[in-house]
């Protein structure tokens, strides 16, 4: 597990296989002491902890500058892949609320929390369009999701606004939001956002900006320069999905997982 970031240009530092990091930094000793024991919770699954190569859990929060005695949202965490991550991470000092989409991931999540202790202090809230959430306005420190905002878009009706709305009501004048998600090159027909799973950069900016939000910085710590985004089955024709089945597994596997955008946004104060 790499414990060190690099600060890097974003356009043009890509070389083989090498991602590059902008204004990424180390958390300090007590921060990475505590990141550290929650990479190697036992509430994490071993299928979870294997696709760190891919997530970059450790870069991923230190750019995002969750911190452990913060309060932190997770929106829409689907099986709770960060929220193995997040609930140790935070127990001691700090605060999760997940907001999980109404169906099979709210029932998982709810699996999930019931089954374990140490997930007591984990609050949960349903973002509902026209309906504040139980989290309260100007509480916390930090909004997280990950691979959602397509989600969003391609919900009928689309519901993007009203979620970087709720999240711009949820947190601190001052505070961050982070979005992981899908890249489409800029270049692409805008139309594919709607069904390949895959979104630019700069409707995501535009769908924060709109909501609020103040643009800080990116990172490239999740970027997949192998990904070409052009896939039968859009992104979920890569792992972990695999949406083909075996055809071509082989040549997806080594593809890996998607090429990322990961953006860090504030609440201006």
Not at 140 to 169: G, K, Q, Y
Not at 219 to 225: D, G, I, K, M, R
Not at 244 to 259: C, N, P, T
């Amino acid at each position: 597990m790499r414990q060190y970031f690099v600060r890097a240009a974003l356009i043009g530092a890509l070389m083989a296989g090498t991602a590059a990091y902008a204004g990424s930094e180390a958390p300090d000793a007590a921060a990475g002491a505590s990141l550290s024991a929650a990479l190697a919770s036992p509430l994490r699954s071993p299928a979870n902890a294997a696709r760190d190569v891919y997530r970059h859990p450790t870069e991923t929060l230190a750019f995002f500058g969750v911190d452990p005695t913060d309060t932190v949202v997770e929106l829409w965490p689907g099986g709770g892949w960060y929220t193995e991550v997040l609930a140790p991470y935070l127990a001691e000092h700090g605060k999760l609320w997940v907001a999980p989409p109404a169906g099979r991931s709210a029932e998982a999540i709810a699996a999930k929390l019931g089954g374990n202790a140490a997930y007591a202090k984990v609050g949960t809230a349903a973002v509902t369009a026209g309906q504040p959430s139980a989290v309260p306005a100007g509480s916390a420190d930090v909004v997280l999701t990950f691979r959602n905002v397509h989600n969003w878009l391609m919900s009928d009706p689309p519901i993007a606004d009203t979620v970087f709305a709720e999240a711009f009501r949820m947190l601190k004048p001052g505070g961050t939001l982070g979005v992981v998600e899908h890249r489409l090159p800029e270049a692409a027909q805008s139309a594919r956002q709607q069904s390949s799973g895959y979104i630019k950069t700069s409707t995501v900016r535009a769908l924060a900006e709109k909501a609020g939000f103040r643009f800080v910085e990116a990172s490239e710590v999740n970027a997949n320069p192998k990904d070409t985004t052009d896939w039968p089955k859009g992104v979920w024709t890569l792992p972990p999905t695999y949406s083909l089945k075996d055809v071509d597994r082989a040549k997806y596997q080594a593809i890996g997982e998607s090429d990322r955008m990961t953006l860090k946004f504030v609440k201006p104060e």
